[in-house]
């Protein structure tokens, strides 16, 4: 190695882009950090000013977020049994009982059910229309694309009132097959142009050579192309959770009861006996961990998949 | 192994006609060239025999039977890729292995397969790595393990050496001659490198612009070509064109060239007062101290054992290969001879070869 050189960059700058990166890393994960130390706060200290940094963690939000108490008259309270549990003794520490489980798990559940599936569903119709528009001569094929990716151009929401209307005609308001296929359809325009320009990519020869070897077009498809285009696929998935996951103003517009995901029902938590800062940040803390476990299970995948096409084989 | 007929084979994609009509045979067993310059329509014609393009019209039989609209899978057929298309995400093992066990065969008997394979092509300590590091030459023998592990009934091969770096190319080139001479296999094999398709074919049909423009033995192809087309592309330095205007009848054995009467070999057609080519190769010019025939010395190429002599003719600039004992200087005026019985005759309008003694036995149809 010589002293200088055209590819490596300086010492200076890798400090001063190592500085840069630290600063937004910084940030970028401040509300992060705010958010989830504010779920292990008591309710006091979650609103006292100046914020504190240090403070004596607790579970009252955690528990709050996933129970219903009530509070009970002086006799009563005295007249109750010793607490059980560790969650029992925390309710009656701010005088109160539990009276029974909240729906954060339920809709919390519904967000696994609805985003997964229709992650799930976007990729499987994604890549077989993107295997098709990639590979054989779709009429119209030109224009069909431009269709599919037109279905992007305005805001989703920009439609709603249709949509509600036509959810309330079909049956499908409030149901969980209704979300799925609302996000499924929104997801896929996105899923169909990235996994075509990752199928682009992926050479025919392999899927000849597959043909030649005594496969039919379907075998080379699920045994060469799709374990090739497994970085698209993984990439692309994540965008497509990470949309249906966080989506807000459909979930608030077509779900109430039965399918209501966890974004809508979080802030109903305010209200609650108070503003309940620390089960509303608690709450924010848990359904952020799926997508977050996801990402970093396919962390490899989707470093590779960003910068897909910057760099050729 | 099987011989393969291909009959009034014709490809259109679209407006544009890649291949318009192509018949020959390919006999069992024959090492097969496919030769032209890119776009002629070599690659397609492979491609359909081997069932990745389905033809327009036209018959391709294997062993007899019309395969034309078949699948590629259900050809028995196997094909080695220019850029060698190995399943990158499979070992060599599985790279190997993998045509057998689409047909559904034993494990053991895959392994015992795939051993035997990699012995024959010395890649034995390869199987357990990834395709993904290997060199050119390695790559270019797992995707000929790949091939001949299944026994089928044909080889395809699109440029197999085109990847390759020229030095590796001559060592692949006889590897894969010795390796047809051992198996006997069928093989048709696509290439634009005229010395390639010389040295390693049995027989070579010349495509140009979706036409064959010759079908033949290298000798036949070099000695007789059937078109100008052939004549210019195969030998290098190229023929030497004489053009000239004049006639002759069946029988003849002269022509007659800016004045001069030039021996050539018996002609079985006629042809009055038109266009023609007289076609002689370098190797076919000598060079004498008289001579009615005339030029001048412009130039001299040294290649060791032979050189290149660059001579003004009345005709234009020809090129001799000479001794490179033999002296000549540039600016010197020579005689010139042609050796009579192999020089071609063409017709200028229609690139075609006159019949002669010489050539009649080589043209087929």
Known sequence: ?313 | MAEIVIRNLRKEFGAFTAVKGSTFTIGDGEFFMLLGPSGCGKTTTLRMIAGLELPTSGEILIDGEDVSQRPASQRDIAMVFQMFALYPHMSVRKNISYPLVSQGMPRAQVQARVAEVARILRIDHLLDKGVGGLSGGDRQRVALGRAIVRNPKAFMMDEPLGALDAEFREIMAEELRALHDRMGATTVYVTHDQLEAMQMGDKIVVMNHGVVEQFGTPQEIYDHPATLFVADFIGSPSMNFLHFEGGFRPGSTTVTLAGTRIEVPQLQEEAEGRKLVLGVRPEHVTLTADGPYRGRVVATEYLGTTQIITLDTAQGQIKARAPSGQRASAGETVGLSFAAPKLSLFDQGTGRAFRTAANAGVFHG
């Open chain 1, 1 to 313: 190695m010589s002293a200088w050189s055209v590819t490596e960059p300086s010492k200076l700058s890798k400090w001063a882009a190592g500085l840069l990166v630290t600063f937004y890393t910084i940030v970028t994960l401040l509300p992060l950090v705010w958010i989830i130390s504010t779920g292990f706060k008591s309710g006091p200290d979650s609103i006292s000013y100046p914020p504190k940094v240090l403070f004596e963690p607790s579970l009252e939000g955690y528990v709050n977020l996933f129970t219903t108490r009530t509070r009970l008259g002086a006799e009563e309270f005295a007249a109750l049994p010793p607490p059980e549990t560790w969650y029992d003794r925390i309710v009656r520490g701010s005088g109160m009982v539990i009276a029974g489980p909240s729906r954060f798990g339920e809709r919390f559940l519904n967000s696994v059910i609805i985003g997964f599936s229709s992650t799930a569903l976007s990729i499987f119709l994604g890549t077989l229309a993107a295997y098709a528009f990639s590979r054989f001569k779709v009429p119209l094929k030109d224009d069909l694309l431009f269709f599919i990716l037109s279905t992007r151009m305005m805001p989703p929401i920009a439609v709603a009132i249709p949509i509600y209307l036509m959810y309330r005609e079909l049956g499908l308001s409030d149901t969980h097959l209704g979300m799925i296929l609302l996000y499924t359809a929104v997801n896929i325009s996105l899923a169909v142009w990235l996994l075509k320009g990752f199928i682009d990519e992926i050479p025919r020869e392999y899927e000849e050579a597959a043909l030649i070897d005594g496969y039919t077009r379907f075998q080379a498809f699920r045994k060469v192309v799709l374990p090739q285009a497994a970085t698209g696929i993984a990439s692309t998935a994540i965008f497509c959770l990470i949309f249906a996951w966080n989506e807000y103003a459909f979930a608030v517009l077509l779900t109430s009861g039965n399918a209501q995901t966890a974004p809508p029902f979080i802030p109903t938590i305010i209200g609650v006996g108070g503003q309940d800062w620390p089960a509303v940040a608690a709450g924010a803390t848990v359904f952020l961990l799926p997508v977050m476990v996801f990402t970093i299970l396919l962390r490899k995948h989707l470093l590779r998949g960003i910068t897909f096409g910057a760099v050729r084989k």
